[in-house]
């Protein structure tokens, strides 16, 4: 159950989810870091079609962030690409399902407060390690 990939997919991204929430940017050699353990994980089981569908989604992610001008952060959609290597297509939609739940939750705290401005940023990484933790404490109950 705590396998070492996981602990260590769980602290990077917790390290990452209190960057974006203080200091509104992820660093670069994170995300650096971050890939090539995807990398290590992946190769060590063998790549497989979930692993090409995460990275499909992941890319899907980093497309949107060029067309809508970066309204998602490049540094997101990079961990994104990066957790779908990872975890694989299935998995990865599951923490983005849970993240965007979680997102949409602290959106309308925001709008119910009258907070909310258009020019309004809010850190995405806090939900991928909500989505990611909870997914992880969940499986054996799935």
Known sequence: MWELDRCVCGILLGTLAVLDYKKKQVPIS?????GVLALCFCIGEGPDGQTLAGGAVGSAC???SKV???QIGYGD?????EMGI???GWNLLQVLLLAF??????AGICMARRGFKKEM???FYPFLWMGYSLLWGLEGFL
């Open 121 to 123: 940023c809010i850190p």
């Open 101 to 106: 739940f979680f997102l949409g939750i602290r």
């Open 62 to 64: 980093l497309l949107l």
């Open 30 to 34: 994170l995300l650096a870091i971050g």
């Open 68 to 70: 809508t001008g970066e």
């Open 86 to 88: 990872y975890l694989g």
């Open 77 to 81: 959609s990079i961990g994104i690409l």
